[in-house]
């Protein structure tokens, strides 16, 4: 998606919006709240559906549905779609993948001129992991931004998005663990990069399976992978997190939270209509815990709920446990010796950014970027600044030409307009 069409998404996402609340006969914003009106225990982890402090709203439940499905219209984000393929984990897993190849020599590639130059980039495989209780359209800005250019392969990590229930959870063979999502990732690996260099990116729970793969498979590091990037991630000790709580609510939180969780785990359909009644409500949590800055386009803010809204409650109560036992510092030192990249935003209360500069320490030859207003969802919120680090990343693991930059590309704040 180019500039321009951003800002007409952000323009028409807004209209929708305003449209919305006019038509009910309600003054002032859709997102306008009196105050706090109590406290909730949310999913904390390692992904954004996490939460606590939830607002009461002045505007009616029927407008914010509304506003919702104006929202859903307007905004194209996670429409992008490559070519599917599937791969299958050694407990028999579907994993769900999707590949875009680089354009042919002779087409038109006039982002390929913009952020890399004219010369066709080296034989190099970006393949990208998302975090919990999202999808693998949560990387849709890098996406279009290196769509043509360099290819890339997008997965949905088990039991999320398009890939299947995880089939040892559904056997009762063994739960979760971070462990499995590397052995996830390298499946997805030798059926879509099967030769040739790669490079990693992982977001949060997708910055862990990274770890995990490296753990498991530490030549395919050494052997295959020229650079790496950790973004909003952590490679241990989850549970001294207090997302933003004080430390008497965080405790009640850790006490509570498993039982809680497998218990509405059992009773998944239930909850989900409760979820669905609910919705307004789980919006500024979601938020909060999404996102730093106050000005965010309302279709981004949108579009990160549908993929957290659309995590079943049983996935997210199954996955859960695995965070608090992650520990992988031992597995970055198969990084050390290559182009990596370490990204978090300040404002982050699900991965802090002490776990990514803790990450930098023990690679003291990595990149570390600490984006000011920004929360977990740092590759949504600031996606040109992500972008534009990644495209550094590749230039100097020699994927493309080097010089290259990119400049401001899909802003998503309402303020900040391209040019």
């Not at 182009?339 to 404002?347: F, N, Q, S």
């Not at 002490?354 to 996606?383: K, Q």
Request: glycine share 12%.
């Amino acid at each position: 998606m180019s500039e321009s069409s951003a800002e007409a998404v952000a323009d028409a996402a807004s209209a929708a919006v305003a449209a919305a609340v006019s038509a009910t006969g309600v003054a002032g914003g859709w997102r306008r709240a009196t105050g706090v009106a109590g406290a909730a225990i949310g999913v904390v982890a390692a992904g954004a559906a996490a939460g606590v402090a939830l607002e009461r709203m002045t505007v009616g439940r029927g407008m914010r549905a509304k506003a919702r499905l104006a929202l859903d219209a307007a905004g194209p984000y996670g429409a992008l779609r490559g070519t599917p393929g599937k791969a299958f984990s050694d407990d028999g897993t579907e994993l769900y993948y999707e590949v875009d190849d680089v354009e042919p020599e002779g087409g038109p590639a006039p982002r390929r001129r913009r952020l890399f130059g004219r010369k066709a980039p080296l034989p190099v495989t970006v393949v990208f992991s998302h975090g919990y209780c999202l999808t693998q359209d949560s990387w849709h800005f890098q996406r279009a931004a290196l769509r043509g250019v360099i290819r890339t392969v997008h997965w949905d990590q088990r039991s999320h998005g398009r890939s299947a229930r995880g089939a040892g959870q559904v056997r009762g063979e063994a739960p979760v663990s971070i462990d499995q999502l590397g052995r996830d990732l390298k499946a997805v690996i030798d059926a879509a990069a099967p030769e040739g260099p790669i490079v990693l990116v992982g977001h949060s729970m997708g910055g862990m399976t990274v770890m995990a793969l490296a753990a498991q498979y530490p030549e395919l590091i050494r052997e295959r992978v020229v650079a790496t990037a950790f973004v909003g991630t952590s490679s241990g000790r989850l549970g001294e997190v207090n997302f933003g709580l004080p430390v008497a609510g965080v405790n009640a939180v850790r006490r509570v939270l498993p039982g809680v969780l497998k218990a509405l785990g059992q009773q998944a359909a239930l909850v989900e209509k409760g979820r669905r009644a609910t919705a307004d409500l789980f919006a500024g949590v979601i938020k909060r815990y999404s996102f730093a800055s106050r000005d965010v386009d309302p279709a981004i803010a949108r579009f990160a709920e549908r993929m957290i809204e659309g995590t079943p409650i049983d996935v997210v109560a199954e996955f859960y446990p695995a965070f608090t036992d992650h520990d992988k510092t031992e597995a970055l030192a198969c990084f050390t010796g290559m182009p990596v990249l370490v990204l978090a935003g300040i404002g982050d209360l699900v991965t802090p950014s002490e776990h990514s500069e803790a990450i930098a320490d023990l690679l003291p030859d990595a990149e570390l970027v600490l984006v000011p207003d920004a929360g977990h969802l740092v590759m949504l919120e600031h996606p040109e600044v992500v972008t534009d680090r990644l495209a550094d990343l590749l230039t100097r693991a020699g994927a493309v030409p080097a010089g290259a930059t990119v400049g401001g590309y899909g802003s998503t704040s309402s303020t900040v307009r391209p040019g």
